[in-house]
């Protein structure tokens, strides 16, 4: 199913013009947010917490839901396991999105999350990946995907790329 969302990263702007932004998109029927932990590596997990709770909060009054891409890296770095996803939970994340993946049954099993978040994959490898994640027995009402993006201009995946890996993951 897809859905109008937008981008935000706070690290880039300010929480006001962020939410001024939200309630935009919001007026315009948008209701999910992307937003990126990857670019995030001078704050501490506790800061993180702290500050994207706000920018959840705020969303989730407006009837959005929040999506953070992550990888293995910044778990690292905040301090979370692949089995233990409080962390988000805490944050009032509606998901993750692993932007790179680990492998496929950890994917699986991380959809089994007991605080009910989304697992949405990289569906920009076209390489058998969802196939793998798939073949470990997800739970499917929790796993989505969602394709690589970039918000800059000449940096979107060719339109035959894109149109493989949707087949691929029909």
């Known amino acids: 199913m897809a859905r109008l969302g937008i981008s935000v990263y706070p690290e880039h702007d300010s929480m006001e013009n962020i939410k001024k932004y939200i309630d935009l998109a919001a007026d315009h029927g948008f209701k999910r947010i992307f937003s990126c932990l990857l670019s995030v590596t001078d704050k501490s997990g506790d800061e993180i917490r702290e500050e994207f709770r706000e920018l959840n909060d705020y969303a989730h009054e407006k009837g959005m839901e929040v999506i953070y891409d992550v990888a293995p890296a910044v778990l ?9 996803l409080s962390f988000f939970k805490d944050m009032g994340a ?77």
């Open 76 to 84: 690292k770095h905040i301090g979370v396991e692949w089995n233990d």
């Open 94 to 170: 509606d998901g993750i999105r692993l932007d790179e993946g680990f492998d496929g049954m950890k994917e699986s099993l991380m959809t089994c999350n007991p605080e009910g978040l989304k697992i949405e994959v990289n569906a920009s490898f076209g390489n058998g990946y969802i196939d793998n994640i798939c073949s470990h027995h997800p739970d499917r009402s929790k796993l989505t995907t969602c394709h690589n993006f970039y918000p800059q201009r000449y940096s979107g995946l060719s339109l035959k790329h894109f149109r493989k890996c949707n087949e691929d993951i029909k």
